[in-house]
């Protein structure tokens, strides 16, 4: 659940950068793209490295197994 915890406090702050960074027309246009583009970078971030470790894990798996 931590990185939940990271996605939802990334999304936010880049919604308040979207937010002050807007026009006063379209603020919650730009609080809504900033929150939504900066929970999808987190969020690929995060499963990028989740499958390095799963990678790293499978090859030492594999040696071990080889090497036994």
Request: proline letters at 0%; glycine letters at 16%.
């Amino acid at each position: 659940m931590t990185w939940l915890i990271v996605i939802g406090v990334v999304a936010a702050i880049c919604g308040l950068i979207g937010y002050f960074s807007g026009e006063d027309g379209n603020r919650g246009e730009k609080a809504f793209e900033g929150a939504a583009a900066g929970a999808v970078g987190c969020g690929s971030v995060i499963f990028y490295l989740a499958m390095t470790a799963l990678s790293f894990y499978l090859l030492f798996a594999i040696i071990g197994w080889l090497f036994d």
